[in-house]
């Protein structure tokens, strides 16, 4: 059974920073893409970051490129989003979410198959 854990949301004031941090099991880590996404209230989930297999290649949005900074520690199989200079608009419900598709790099969630239950991040003004 894969299962998908997020941690190391929060809150924190405009201009900090926070580190999410996500772990899968029951599926081979390295052999799996990895995404973050996020949704706020009455909007749609979206692509914040995704990463390959290898960890190689990355993608992310524009809102945060320069900001966001997603990694992954194969050994440990541990996903990363180091987030630095947050925005009151970053505030949403973050997932981590895995797939082995080769459409990974379009960062949209239909592609990604497991998720996790999300964690939230709040950045006041």
């Known amino acids: 059974q894969v299962q998908v854990v997020e941690s190391g949301g929060g809150w924190v004031q405009a201009g900090g920073s926070l580190r999410l941090s996500c772990t899968a099991s029951g599926l081979t880590f390295d052999h799996y893409a990895m995404g973050w996404f996020r949704q706020a209230p009455g909007k749609e989930r979206e692509g914040v970051s995704c990463?390959?297999?290898?960890?190689?290649?990355?993608n992310y949005g524009d809102s945060v490129k320069g900001r966001f900074t997603i990694s992954r520690d194969n050994a440990e199989k541990v996903l990363y989003l180091q987030m630095n200079d947050l925005k009151p608009e970053d505030t949403a419900m973050y997932y981590c979410a895995a797939t082995w598709s080769a459409m990974w790099n379009t960062c949209r969630p239909p592609a990604y198959g497991y998720w996790g239950q999300g964690t939230q991040v709040t950045v006041s003004s």
């Open positions: 990463i390959s297999q290898s960890g190689g290649s990355t």
